[in-house]
């Protein structure tokens, strides 16, 4: 898929996170924001999925480790076609299988996730059940960066490390804001890069916004033998919506009316642009 494309369904992965937190007066856009290019890149073209089987044996497996940002994987799930996109809009409302964290009666979703530190640790038995089986797939886990304050996620990469677990791909989502302020003032997990390298890692540094550094990642990171690798992706955390990003007071907020239809504003200028470019 041409990266026009992947920008499209990015946006509209955009589109239905605002749409669904909105919708249920609660959630946590800026994370899911911040990481829509890539779960748009995973879902869309790098993962060995088919949204028709969810549950095949050869899948590749993804466990969203920060599960608060499950809008962001609910949206490219639906875009992807494993469930209506109009089912977004009953995000964590009496009733609604889309509650506010992943689990695994939704289709497409392989580990329910939520407590922090806690995903990584599932991924990380994952790659190490399909090395015992001798099975072929990849596993996929996403953290955020607030996220690697757990020790639970060191103890899960020290074994990684050591089980030279090259199936396992970790990517940890730096937007730099956690719900209490800028991650280097609450307790800070700097330098990320060498702590994961110090873990026996493969460590790849990214924009996580431009596709084409997310592409050559990942295909760095299939290449790589004997050890798991780590793509630490910069983000801007509530990118897409003007006046969301960068800012640590939508980590866990829906927007009200207004606020919604200038997040639509914003989203669909995108849109715009993308056209634009198409029939350039």
């Known amino acids: 898929m041409n990266n026009l494309e992947l920008k499209k369904h990015a946006n509209d992965v955009r589109k ?12 946590h856009p800026g994370g899911s924001l911040s990481a829509a290019d890539m779960f748009t890149f995973l879902y869309f073209e790098e993962m060995n999925i088919d949204p028709a089987n969810p549950r095949k044996e050869d899948r590749d ?30 995000l964590r409302k009496l009733g609604s299988y889309l509650q506010g964290h992943p689990c695994v009666h939704i289709p497409g979703v392989d580990m329910s996730s939520g407590s922090l530190g806690q995903g990584i640790s599932a991924a990380v038995g994952m790659a190490l059940g399909a090395k015992l089986d ?19 996620v060191w103890e899960a990469s020290m ?30 997990p700097y330098p ?15 924009d996580a916004h431009d596709l084409d550094q997310i592409r050559a990642a990942f295909k760095e990171a299939r290449e790589t033998k004997g050890m798991p690798t780590c793509i630490v992706m910069h983000s801007l955390k509530g990118k897409g919506v003007s006046f969301m990003e960068n ?5 866990g907020k829906a927007p ?25």
């Open 61 to 90: 497996r993804f466990v969203l480790s920060k599960g608060h940002t499950a809008p962001g994987l609910y949206s490219a799930l639906a875009n992807r076609g494993y469930f209506p996109v109009e089912d977004l809009t009953t």
């Open 256 to 280: 009200n009316d207004e606020e919604y239809a200038v997040a639509m504003a914003d989203l669909d200028r995108i849109a715009a642009e993308l056209e634009k470019e198409e029939q350039a």
């Open 247 to 251: 800012s640590v007071d939508w980590h």
């Open 159 to 188: 074994l990684a490390g050591h089980r030279k677990l090259d199936n396992l791909c970790v990517i940890v989502d730096n937007n730099n804001l956690q719900i209490d302020g800028p991650i280097d003032q609450v307790c800070s």
């Open 16 to 27: 239905g996170i605002v749409t669904a937190v909105h919708s249920a007066k609660a959630g």
């Open 134 to 152: 001798n099975r072929d797939f990849r596993v996929y886990t996403m953290l955020g960066d607030g996220e690697l304050e757990e020790g639970q």
């Open 192 to 206: 990320i890069d060498k702590k994961f390298e110090a873990f026996n890692f493969h460590v790849i540094n990214i």
